[in-house]
């Protein structure tokens, strides 16, 4: 990618210097989390930001309001920390749902809780669900969550399905001598109920800053477990911006009719930063243009500050304006961000 000349930002909407446009918006609602998983976070937990520092609920749907109408996002994915966790999750989801230009609206959750919300949070709005289920049995569960909460995890599957947030997509995490061979048994689990299976590589996000490359299950070393039990064929429909690589299960169906599918999620491996086309809230008002950038822009003290909407609007197109080429993890100077994937929201 060739970066422009301009040192400005043109246009209306979230261009950067290489011809990137994001229109899909992370919005984490909360850093906290009610799981400890082994690759994210200590068992202790992490020190949460203070409640003052969170952006209130209306902050956030005035936000999301300025990225829908002023700067052309399209799509609003919740996600934390543990999203569910937020109280005002429903009415934020209801207020976003009422905006003229109404986004499509996901959720990246871990399922915990889902199953009492799944119905009230289809009614509000919300599209569909990602639900993070690393493995299919209980104990392996708990050693890897430090919380006994599978049972919890796979009721919310059920009941996003049952509520209509159609497509439900499960996301799972391989780690090499742990559940490195569940990758066929997870694919099972998902066909039989009809959901969608992405497989997503560890990334360098975790709070002790522990990750090594060679440790990473990779995304060809997930695609080889898979064909050794199903014929996998390329997805036809484009990919587009979607972070996931696609592939037809064949012989089976997708709940609603069609083919079922199965992706992967190979941001190390197979970085394709060349289509990203996201943009970050971080729960505490900072903007990230890049998963791992090392920079943020504040736009929680603009707008405490007094700052209209355009003025927000312009802070975040510099922000975007400014996004690195690529993340950089293959670099030999790369450094993992400060913050870990619960504080900045996936």
């Not at 992490?46 to 209306?58: G, I, K, M, R």
């Not at 599209?127 to 969550?145: E, M």
């Not at 689990?189 to 990473?216: C, N, V």
């Not at 190979?266 to 086309?277: E, L, N, R």
Request: net charge neutral.
């Amino acid at each position: 990618m060739t970066p422009s000349a301009s040192q400005e930002p043109p246009g209306a909407g979230l261009g950067d210097r290489f011809g990137r446009v994001a229109t899909d918006l992370r919005v984490s609602l909360t850093d906290r989390c009610n799981l400890r998983c082994t690759y994210c976070m200590p068992a202790e937990g992490l020190d949460w930001l203070p409640n003052p520092s969170l952006l209130t609920d209306a902050e956030i749907v005035r936000l999301i309001d300025v990225a829908v109408h002023r700067l052309g996002v399209t799509e609003v994915r919740f996600t934390g920390g543990e999203p569910l966790l937020r109280r005002g999750l429903v009415e934020i989801v209801r207020a976003v749902a009422g905006l003229t230009r109404r986004p499509r609206m996901m959720l990246t959750t871990n399922g915990i809780g889902l199953a009492r919300l799944a119905e009230p949070l289809a009614a509000a709005g919300l599209d569909r669900v990602n639900v993070s289920l690393d493995t299919t049995d209980p104990a392996q569960f708990k050693a890897l969550t430090r919380r006994d909460r599978h049972a919890d995890v796979v009721a919310g599957l059920a009941a996003s399905a049952a509520a209509g947030l159609l497509p439900v997509k499960m996301n799972a995490v391989l780690l090499r001598g742990v559940n490195d061979d569940e990758a066929v048994g997870l694919l099972a689990f998902a066909l039989e109920r009809g959901y969608e299976l992405r497989f997503i590589e560890q990334m360098p996000l975790d709070a002790g800053h522990t990750w090594r490359r060679e440790e990473m299950v990779t995304g060809a070393e997930i695609l080889a477990a898979l064909r050794s039990a199903y014929t996998l064929r390329p997805d036809p429909d484009a990919r587009g911006g979607s972070p996931a690589e696609t592939w037809i299960v064949d012989g089976h169906a997708a709940v609603g009719g069609g083919p079922a599918r199965v992706g992967v999620i190979a941001s190390v491996s197979s970085p394709f930063c060349g289509a990203c086309d996201r943009t970050r809230l971080t729960a505490d008002g900072a903007i990230r243009s890049c998963l791992f950038s090392q920079e943020e822009t504040d736009l929680r003290g603009a707008l405490r500050g007094g700052a209209g909407d355009e003025e927000l609007a312009d802070l975040w197109r510099k922000a975007m304006w400014a996004k690195p080429a690529g993340h950089g993890i293959d670099d030999p100077k790369f450094l993992q961000p400060a913050r870990p994937m619960s504080a900045i929201g996936g």
